[in-house]
């Protein structure tokens, strides 16, 4: 990724797609983990259908309205299209998938989109600005997500992280660029204007269009 950091003291960046994507290995693991740990009768096949169909829907519902769906709601979602009572599913339950599937995420990790971003990152640290991550989560949750940066020696490279499942919204809600440029008034000592800020991402709708709405400079990113 090659940016032009002189017209910018703060970069926000997008965490999927922008910085990582998933290891191809993942999904078809964590589906298998699904269709065991709930006992789904569908086929394997079937189960990865749905999940991929509520995947996709999660994503526009977000670019529409910036309403953040906690990662339960999906799994139960997900279930009664796969013909689970999920009446007869209990909070702990779902709770303990989710940390089945984080073990399951750390053991296939995300893949760096770019292997020598931190080029840019310690460019940008070296010429006294600073960076941090706003991004939507759904099915893995910004607790895991910054175990995979830590993972990558990339953390200390961003001053804070927001995550929609965190902060209640998500991206192109104007709530959580809000939010985003608050805590940016906060870790700089010298006021810093909108137009020196700059929010990195792949998506139009929740990246590029929430961020100039928001005031500030977005880059799109096109993988």
Known sequence: ??????????????????????????????????????????SIDKVSEVVRSYDKVCNKINDKTGI?????QLY????????IDIDKIEVEKLEEFYQE?????????????????????????????????????????????????????LESYFSFQLYSDEIGYSKPHQKAFE????????????SIGKNTIVHIGDNIIADYQGAIKSGIQSILIKN
């Open 179 to 190: 939010l985003l440029l608050n805590k940016v008034g906060k870790i700089n000592i010298k």
């Open 101 to 153: 599937t984080a073990i399951l995420f750390m053991n296939y990790k995300p893949i760096l989109v770019y292997p020598s971003i931190n080029n840019l990152f310690k460019e940008i640290q070296s010429n006294g600005k600073s960076a941090s991550i706003l991004s939507n989560t759904a099915f893995i949750k910004g607790q895991t997500l910054r175990k995979v940066l830590t993972h990558y020696e």
């Open 1 to 42: 990724m090659k940016i032009d950091i002189n017209p910018f003291q703060h970069f926000s960046f997008d965490l999927w797609l922008t910085l990582i994507k998933s290891n191809p290995l993942f999904k078809k693991k964590r589906d298998k983990l699904f269709k065991d740990f709930f006992s789904i009768e569908y």
């Open 76 to 83: 139960c979602l997900i279930l009664n299209d796969l013909g």
């Open 68 to 72: 953040h769906i906690e990662t339960n």
